[in-house]
């Protein structure tokens, strides 16, 4: 291991738990594709103080890393990430007051709206079947069922590239379709502030049941993926695209276009991300040819080519 490496983790040890310092742990364990080299280290913070003293240490002595949450919408390639991974699964308080939900980065979306619900809370409802963390979800203003996080968020708190904490307001967030100003600034996410409407609870469960019901049917959860790997294109939906360039539960390797919706690709079995990267590629040579539109990734790809 590098030296340097070595002084990292003998500082960290300071204050995280042995159990939560990983070295060459295998990515495929943390996401949900179950594709991924391994990482050099990966660190689970539990705490505030956990998570911002590992982040100064991190950024203090320029080691590169990568922000985990429940590691949805992304494909690590079979290389591996260079670099300290920084999974906030176990940072995932969640706290109420009166209509304010505050969410570590690490909360998963379904816990929220499952906790916005007991406290009668409304309007978190379209996230209970998104499979990701709050911090993942504010960066990308994720969204489903005609909801996302620009809806919802009052604040968040961040850190930038330097170590500086501050707050961002909804109005200076510059949501877009899956787009922030922490996306684009490359923020970290720490913690935000959730603003809901009291409702009526047997509604509000209504409401995520339905969503629930109607996931199941359309998404294909039996199989590993990413999640919808394209962005919707101006005009169209990139599954009809994909489903009418007759590319329904077309297989290549061990990857496939799931035939339950086209928008997915699924890990049949033991595919590794050389699979799927040729797989999209396929997918966006077809749907130009016979369309001339160019899908964009939803997905983010990370990490390293494998050497052979």
Same mark, same amino acid.
């Given at each position: 291991m590098h030296g340097n490496y070595e002084r990292l983790i003998y500082f960290l040890k300071n204050f995280l738990k042995d159990e939560n310092i990983k070295i060459s742990e295998s990515m495929k364990k943390h996401t949900t594709f179950n594709i991924g080299g391994p990482c050099d280290i990966m660190i689970f913070p539990e705490s505030e103080y956990e998570?911002?003293?590992?982040?100064?240490?991190?950024?203090?002595?320029?080691?590169?890393?990568?922000? *985990?949450?429940?590691?949805?919408?992304?494909?690590?390639?079979? &290389?591996? /990430?260079? !670099?300290? +991974?920084?999974?906030?699964?176990?940072?995932?308080?969640?706290?109420?007051?009166?209509?304010?939900?505050?969410?570590?980065?690490?909360?998963?979306?379904?816990?929220?709206?499952?906790?916005?619900?007991?406290?009668? *809370?409304?309007?978190?409802?379209?996230?209970?079947?998104?499979? &990701?963390? /709050?911090? !993942?979800? +504010?960066?990308?203003?994720?969204?489903?069922?005609?909801?996302?996080?620009?809806?919802?968020?009052?604040?968040?708190?961040?850190m930038d590239y330097e170590g500086n904490i501050f707050d961002i307001y909804n109005e200076n967030m510059d949501f877009g379709y899956r787009s922030t100003v922490i996306m684009k600034k490359k923020y970290v996410v720490i913690d935000c502030d959730i603003l809901l409407q009291f409702g009526d609870k047997n509604k509000i469960q209504e409401n995520i049941n339905d969503f629930t019901i109607r996931r199941n049917l359309k998404q294909p959860l039996d199989y590993p993926s990413a999640g919808s790997v394209f962005k919707r294109p101006e005009g169209y939906f990139a599954g009809k695209l994909i489903e009418d360039s007759d590319l329904r539960g077309y297989i290549h390797k061990n990857a496939m276009v799931s035939d339950k919706h086209c928008g997915f690709i699924v890990n049949r079995s033991c595919a590794n991300s050389k699979d799927v990267l040729e797989l999209i590629d396929i997918i966006k040579r077809k749907v130009y040819e016979n369309f001339k539109v160019e899908l964009e990734l939803e997905v983010r790809i990370i990490g390293e080519d494998k050497e052979n």
């Open positions: 998570f911002i003293k590992s982040m100064k240490e991190i950024i203090d002595k320029k080691f590169p890393y990568f922000i *985990l949450g429940s590691g949805s919408n992304i494909i690590v390639k079979d &290389g591996g /990430i260079r !670099g300290i +991974v920084i999974n906030l699964t176990k940072f995932n308080k969640i706290s109420v007051k009166e209509n304010i939900i505050n969410a570590k980065a690490g909360a998963k979306l379904c816990d929220i709206s499952n906790i916005a619900c007991k406290n009668s *809370l409304s309007g978190f409802e379209f996230a209970c079947g998104i499979p &990701g963390t /709050i911090g !993942g979800a +504010v960066t990308m203003n994720a969204g489903a069922y005609d909801g996302e996080m620009s809806h919802v968020i009052h604040k968040v708190k961040v």
